[in-house]
C-alpha cells in the first residue's frame, strides 16, 4: 500500500489509503499484469495525486479471464436462482456497510461530491436488492396448447459468459445495475471498468469475494478500450456485451458484435431537455434545472442540458436559475461545504472549454460562469464554473451535442408544439422533464416526447432500482436496464412444448 504523491487536504472526509496498484481478478485470484504497463489514477481535484497504478492488460489476460468465465459458468448456472440471490444478498449488505468509504473512494477519484457519491453507493445497493429478490420470481409463461396432453411453457436460461464495460461516471452503479442482473440470472461475468475510475471498482469485486461469490464468476481486468474493451467484444465466447459509455464507442462496440450477430446491449449519450411551461410552479421548475444541470458537474447521462421556456416567463426563470448557479460551491469534492466538483479528467476538461468556445462563437448570450477556476483551492484541480446560456436556438451545436459538463442551454420557445419540436430534435433520447400544472399537456407531452425516460414535475436525473432505465434513438438500443426487465438482457427465452400422451400423434401444426 502507499500515500498519494502529494498530501491530501487536511479538512474534510477522511480519505481511504490507495492502493499502490491495481490488480486484475481472474478465476478468484487477484494478480498483477504480465504487461508492465500502466497509467496513474489521479485525483480530478488535484491533478498532483496520484491515487495508484492502473495496468494496462494485454489481449491474452483477456483471454484467460475469459476463459475463467467459462470453466465456472456450468457450476453457477446450475446453482439454484434463490441460492445465487443469497450471495448478491450478502453482497448488497457488505456495499452499505462500506457505503462511506466507497463514496470517499468515489468522490475522490472520479470528483462527484461526497454526498452525490454516496447517492450513487446507495443506488447500486438498492439494485442489487432488487435483483436478489428476482431470484426468487425469475420465471417464464405457461401456455395452453392446441394439442391434448401437452404442456407449453418458456423458461428463461442464462447466456454464458458475458462482458460488462462501464463508463467512469457512476462507477459503482452501472457496474452494479448490470452484474447483479446478469449474476442472478446465472451468467458469469468479465468486468472492464473504465481506468479513470479503477479503486471503486476494485471495492465492488472485493466485495463480491467477501460475499463469497465462486471463483471465475465475475472476472475483472483493466486496461484500455483498444486493447481489452476489443478484444472481449471479440471473443468468441462472448455470448453477450453489456455496454454503456459515449456514442463513438457504443457504436464501435455494436458494429463489431453486429458481424457475428452477437447479442449487445448499449446506453449512450444524452441531451435531455427540462420544459418549463407558462403555468409552472418556478422555483420547483428552477431548483430542478440546476439540480439537473450542475449535479455531479454535469458528468451525468441524465443531466438536464437544455431548458426549454416558453417565452414568456423566460426572463423570471434565468433570473432564478442565475441565482441557483450563483450558491454553488465549487471545490475539492470531499471538502466540507463543496456542492460541485471538477471534470474528471484533462480529456473531458478540454471538451468541456472547447464548448464554451463554441457558444461564444455561436454568439449566445452568457448568463453566468463561462470559464475555468484556477485561483487558490482550485489551482490543481479541473474545475469549470457553472455556466448558464441564454438566447440558445435548438439549432445550434451546444443544443445539439452532449457536452458532459456544468454548462446549460436556456432555449425560448413561443409555445408547447414548439417545445415538443425542440424537446425532440436530437439525436439522443434518454430522459426528459416536464413542468406543469396541466394535466392535459402533461399527458400530451408523455405521448410524444421522444425519451426512455419521462419526468412530470421532477428533474431529468434520478431513477429508482425496480424501474427501467434506458434511453430512446441514438441513446440506446437493446432490452431496458434496471427493473425486473432488466433479466431479459442477460437470458435466452427457449419455449418447451412436453407431450404428455404417450402415443404416436399426427399434427398439422406449424
Ligand atoms: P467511453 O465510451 O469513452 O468508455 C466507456 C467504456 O468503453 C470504458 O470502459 C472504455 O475503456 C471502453 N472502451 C473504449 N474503447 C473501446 C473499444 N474499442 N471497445 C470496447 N470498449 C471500449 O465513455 P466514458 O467517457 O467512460 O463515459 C461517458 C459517456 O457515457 C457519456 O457519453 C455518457 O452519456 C455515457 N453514459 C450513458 C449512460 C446511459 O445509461 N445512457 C450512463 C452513464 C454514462
Given amino acids: 500500500m502507499s500515500t498519494p504523491t502529494a498530501p491530501a487536504p487536511a479538512t474534510g472526509r477522511p480519505r481511504p489509503t490507495p492502493p499502490a496498484r491495481y490488480r486484475n481478478y481472474v478465476g478468484g485470484k487477484w494478480a498483477d499484469s504480465a504487461s508492465g504497463k500502466s497509467v496513474p489514477n489521479v485525483s480530478p481535484a488535484d491533478q498532483r495525486v496520484i491515487l495508484g497504478q492502473v495496468p494496462l492488460s494485454t489481449p491474452q489476460e483477456v483471454d484467460a479471464a475469459v476463459a475463467a468465465a467459462v470453466q465456472a459458468f456450468p457450476g453457477w448456472r446450475d446453482t439454484p436462482a434463490p441460492v445465487r440471490a443469497r450471495i448478491l444478498y450478502k453482497w448488497n449488505a457488505l456495499i452499505e456497510k462500506h457505503a462511506d468509504e466507497i463514496a470517499a473512494i468515489l468522490a475522490w477519484e472520479e470528483g462527484k461530491t461526497f454526498g452525490e457519491a454516496r447517492g450513487e453507493v446507495m443506488k447500486a445497493a ?127 462496440v455494436y458494429t463489431e458484435g453486429a458481424k457475428r450477430l452477437l447479442k449487445v446491449q448499449c446506453e449512450l449519450g444524452g441531451k435531455n431537455p427540462l420544459v418549463v411551461l407558462e403555468d409552472a410552479d418556478l422555483e420547483l421548475a428552477a431548483v430542478a434545472t440546476a439540480q439537473g444541470a450542475f449535479g455531479s458537474t454535469g458528468q451525468r447521462c441524465t443531466a438536464t442540458s437544455r431548458a426549454i421556456v416558453i417565452d414568456s416567463i423566460a426572463d423570471k426563470f434565468v433570473e432564478m436559475l442565475a441565482a441557483l448557479a450563483k450558491k454553488v460551491v465549487v471545490g475539492d469534492p470531499l471538502a466540507d461545504g463543496v ?41 490543481n484541480g479541473l474545475f469549470v464554473e457553472p455556466t448558464i446560456y441564454d438566447g440558445v436556438n435548438g439549432s445550434m451545436r451546444i443544443a445539439k451535442e452532449e457536452i458532459f459538463g456544468p454548462v446549460l442551454s436556456v432555449i425560448r420557445v413561443k409555445d408547447f408544439d414548439e417545445a415538443v419540436h425542440v424537446a425532440n430534435d436530437v439525436e439522443f433520447g434518454l430522459s426528459s422533464s416536464l413542468y406543469t400544472n396541466d394535466v392535459n399537456r402533461m399527458y400530451r407531452f408523455v405521448d410524444l416526447i421522444e425519451t426512455g425516460i419521462v419526468h412530470v414535475n421532477s428533474p431529468t436525473v434520478g431513477g429508482e432500482a425496480q424501474a427501467p432505465f434506458g434511453g430512446m434513438k441514438g441513446t440506446g438500443v437493446g432490452t431496458r436496464e434496471q427493473g425486473a426487465v432488466a433479466v431479459d438482457f442477460f437470458t435466452e427465452l427457449k419455449t418447451v412444448y412436453a407431450d404428455y400422451t404417450g402415443t404416436k400423434r399426427t399434427t398439422n401444426i406449424y
Fill in 126 to 252: 438498492n439494485v442489487i436488492e432488487f435483483m436478489a429478490g428476482e431470484g426468487r420470481r425469475i420465471g417464464g409463461a405457461t401456455l395452453p396448447s392446441e394439442m391434448p396432453k401437452t404442456f407449453v411453457y418458456t423458461v428463461k436460461q442464462p447466456l454464458g459468459p458475458v462482458a460488462i464495460i462501464t463508463p467512469w461516471n457512476f462507477p459503482i452503479a452501472i457496474p452494479c445495475w448490470k452484474m447483479a442482473p446478469a449474476l442472478i440470472a446465472g451468467n458469469t461475468i468479465v468486468f472492464k471498468p473504465a481506468t479513470l475510475t479503477p479503486w471503486t471498482a476494485q471495492r465492488v469485486v472485493e466485495l463480491l469475494e467477501e460475499a463469497g461469490l465462486p471463483p471465475g464468476v465475475v472476472n475483472l481486468i483493466y486496461g484500455s478500450g483498444a486493447a481489452v474493451g476489443d478484444q472481449l467484444v471479440k471473443h468468441r465466447s462472448i455470448r453477450a456485451v453489456s455496454f454503456t459509455g459515449s456514442n463513438e464507442v457504443g457504436t464501435h
Fill in 339 to 379: 456542492t460541485m466538483g471538477p471534470s474528471v479528467d484533462p480529456g473531458q476538461f478540454k471538451t468541456v472549454m472547447e464548448y464554451l468556445g463554441v457558444a461564444k462563437g455561436e454568439g449566445v448570450k452568457l448568463v453566468t460562469g463561462g470559464k475555468r477556476l484556477e485561483d487558490g483551492a482550485h489551482a
